[in-house]
């Protein structure tokens, strides 16, 4: 490990295959569809460290789901999903019988954004919607793509989806801000080809590091000591403090209400942060830009939020998250960018048992294997 950021993925794939416009390419995913028909797409992002534009030449989607949860019907020509988003669309094949590009491309919401714009043709990945009867060698239709830096495509469609009304947890029991940062920390001995100091994340200033001695989960079980730490902070440290490593967590009691303001500040460089939270779906009561205020709150949806596991909280703003802890264990809540998690940037929710049975942490199994 040099410590260092990744490398660009030079190439991006639609079920594992380029498309046409690479030149190596010599396969391309093809999609065989009947006029008149409703087709349900499953958009995965699967990439490890890139926001994805997804669109498909002369159709609309209209979304039903995110992250496998249900949402209101949103009509909109363009998909946009961070690592690890999921989006469930319907496409309802009414064009002129034809071809018609399937494209994904890039989404670069580094600060300041990227120089590349959408002719870049090499970073885009094509399948085809092809009509059944339409010749396989026709060419097929181009969709427009946004520029590949283009955050307010990408906000709305974000700020345009809807969940279906639900019943969102009230009172907060737990009210947390977590702060996304990135800095430096001195070079970890793994580390040869570092020199003096590696790039590092945090979570409200602490950089997190996995234990060595057993996982947490056995930890928590066993109540061993030494492996974790319960002191994550609340809140956002005073300017100035310096960033530490550490394997700290956040005692979570069985059944609270817990909510989280997640801030993304405007730094050199920024960029959207995929948060991802295991073992939960949240509901994601706002998001804005800037700094989030205690005034925002009168913004909460309330009535009909959008429930997932990964936000992609903007560079330079906020997101409001809320979930209810019923769920024992210890949860890892990350940075879904690939190259952030050893890098530090996530924390752990050490959620107690409630009083049943069915709401405890079961032993580990006879055949755990022993590291």
């Known amino acids: 490990m040099a410590g260092q950021l990744p490398s660009h993925s030079d190439a991006f794939t639609i079920n594992g295959l380029t ?12 999609a065989v569809v009947q006029p008149n028909t409703t087709v349900l ?20 989607f209209t979304v039903v789901a995110v992250d496998a949860c249900y949402t209101a019907n949103y009509t909109t020509d363009t998909l946009v999903l961070a690592p690890g988003n ?11 019988p034809g071809s018609y590009y399937m494209a994904v491309e890039p989404h670069h919401t580094l600060s300041p954004a990227a120089t590349t714009d959408a002719s870049d043709s090499g970073s885009l990945a094509t399948g085809i919607l092809l009509y059944n009867g339409t010749s396989a060698t026709a060419t097929p239709a181009m969709p427009a793509m946004p520029n590949n830096s283009d955050s307010t495509a990408a906000n709305d469609f974000y700020s345009g989806l809807r969940g279906v009304p639900a019943a969102v947890p009230s009172p907060v029991d737990v009210n947390m801000t977590i702060q ?25 200033g602490v950089s997190f590091r996995l234990p060595t001695q057993m996982s947490l989960l056995e930890a928590q079980f066993g109540n061993a000591s030494g492996v974790y730490t319960a002191d994550f902070p609340d809140g956002v440290p005073p300017n ?5 490593e550490g394997t700290k967590v956040r005692s979570l009691p069985y059944n ?18 995929p948060i991802h939270l295991h073992g939960f779906n949240f509901f994601v009561l706002a998001q804005g830009l800037g700094t989030f205020a205690p005034g925002n709150a009168s913004a909460y949806n309330l009535v009909d939020p959008v429930a997932r596991n990964t936000i992609a909280v903007p560079a330079g703003g906020w997101a409001v998250i809320r979930f209810v802890a019923n769920n024992p264990g210890m949860w890892f809540f990350h940075c879904h960018l690939d190259a952030h998690v050893p890098m ?17 942490l079961p032993p580990p199994p006879a055949d755990l294997p022993v590291c």
């Open 256 to 273: 609270s209400t817990v909510e989280v303001v997640l801030q993304n500040p405007m730094a050199f460089p920024s960029e959207s942060h």
């Open 86 to 96: 999921t989006v469930d669309a319907l496409v309802y094949t009414a064009a002129a």
């Open 180 to 204: 996304l940062g990135l800095g430096q920390l001195p070079c970890d001995a793994a580390q040869t080809n570092c020199s003096v100091n590696a790039f590092a994340a945090a979570m409200n």
């Open 344 to 360: 530090g940037l996530g924390m752990v929710f050490a959620v107690g048992n409630g009083t049943t049975a069915d709401s405890m």
């Open 41 to 60: 797409l499953r958009v995965i992002n699967a990439a490890l460290n890139t926001h994805l534009f997804f669109k498909v030449a002369g159709h609309n």
């Open 240 to 244: 100035g403090t310096a960033m530490v």
């Open 19 to 30: 498309g046409q416009l690479y030149q190596c390419a010599n396969e391309t995913f093809t």
